[in-house]
């Protein structure tokens, strides 16, 4: 008999029973479980709830089932539906009455709220981690290329003359909110819902402040009906997530444009590419491409729990079971694409030459011209008009605007002097760009510098969560 069989008379029909299971995918949270019936074990016991020696037995089954699953010595079974039933009833198998009374004071409710908050909170401190090797990736293939020019874009057109280090550390900054979103949310989600009940709280002298203490929780959500029907931090994950993936999306999308003959501007290394069945010339960015194709799966996963929840009147409903799967498998997608990223970036051979081709052309210089007339005293527009004029003159004659001749550029403006061509030198459009956050190496060295003291800091705190102590629930 299931252990909610009592007020029923007939078995439930197979395919409701396999309808009905989640114990296929949340067998996952199986340490949270225990971690979670453990606290509540020690808290009714120091309630006098139960008794200590009841406590005991409960701790010492679970510490054995705990042991038995890691060492793939349990089989869970679709009978027991889920992960929380599968657990409770090994345990009273094991040691009989004392496991009966660890429901007591607590609902499936309650405790899947718990499992599903403390197994979030362990990986963000693991997918912070992985984000912070990528930064670090960045930060050391953008300190080799700070006098590496290379055109700059806007709508895909080349538009002005940057270093291949400012460029990549625009995707740093990028990552440094990714991490810091998933910090807002750890901070945000670190509320225990352990006690709440089905929805209404319980008549028993609990003390809710222990759990959550027990449990490494900030304290306990003030309100039951929203502790087991919240789910807003799953969903506030699964959208950092999906920002998180559309970073690298467009990353990926420039590694392929810059790999492609066409662009030519890296080179990916052998043990980040793959070739063709049949076409022996070839070396795709596969890893990129599939970085960009995952993408649309971790928004899926965002959708269909937004979707999920939209209409749900409160409390728990069990539509919820709906939200382990997209979680888990947004979390699979991230933890897989960060680490073989970082190494596509650490990898690849940068190759300054062609895109210092690149920025030859284009005219990424006509800005820096039309200041420099602007700094002999024309106004600004007057002098973006006269540049037009000489791009212009230089697309019908086949020529750079560093190509011209004084006479010719005089014949557009005598404000023009010798010391322009000094001035239309890429090298020195980039470096004369200083202003905080440009180009020029000062401030590229200041940008490093500043994303790795963010790395320091936040390995520290990664640390601290991923290890992050709970050891008193096993005391």
Known sequence: MKLWGGRFRKETDSLVNDFNASIHFDSRLYREDIEGSMAHARMLADCGIISQADREQIQRGLEGILADIEAGAVEFTADNEDIHMNVESLLTARIGEAGKRLHTARSRNDQVAVDLRLYVRREIGEIMAQILDLQQAVA?????????????????????????????????????????????????????????????????????????????????????????????????????????????????????????????????????????????????????????????????????????????????????????EPVFDAIDTVKMCLPVFTGMIATMRVLPENMRRAAGGGFINATDCADYLTKKGMPFRDAYTTVGNLVYYCTQNGKLLEELSPEELKNISPLFGEDVYEALSLETCMGQRRSRGGPAVEETSRQIEELEQFISEYRGKTTKIIGGSRAEVCG
């Not at 290379?150 to 280090?165: D, N």
């Not at 959208?239 to 467009?250: A, E, K, P, Q, Y």
């Not at 990353?251 to 070739?275: H, N, P, R, V």
Request: aromatic fraction near 8%.
């Open 140 to 324: 050391d293939q953008a300190r080799q290329h700070q006098n590496t020019v290379m055109p700059g874009y806007t709508h895909l057109q080349r538009a002005q003359p940057i270093s291949f280090a400012q460029h990549l550390l625009a995707y740093g900054e990028q990552l440094r909110r990714d991490v810091t979103r998933l910090a807002d949310c750890r901070a945000r989600l670190n509320v225990c819902p352990l006690g709440s009940g089905a929805l209404a709280g319980t008549t028993y002298p609990i003390d809710r402040f222990e759990t959550a203490r027990l449990l490494g929780f900030d304290g306990p959500c003030s309100n039951s009906l929203d502790g087991v029907s919240d789910r807003d931090y799953a969903l506030e994950l699964l959208g950092d997530l999906s920002i998180l993936m559309m970073h690298l999306s467009r990353f990926a999308e420039e590694i392929i444009l810059w790999c492609s003959w066409e662009f030519k501007f890296i080179e990916l290394d052998d043990a980040y590419s793959t070739g063709s069945s049949i076409m022996p010339q070839k070396k795709n960015p596969d890893v990129a491409e599939l970085v960009r194709g995952k993408t649309g799966r971790v928004y899926g996963s965002l959708m269909g729990l937004l979707t999920a929840m939209k209409g749900l009147p409160l409390a728990y409903n069990k539509d919820m079971q709906e939200d382990k």
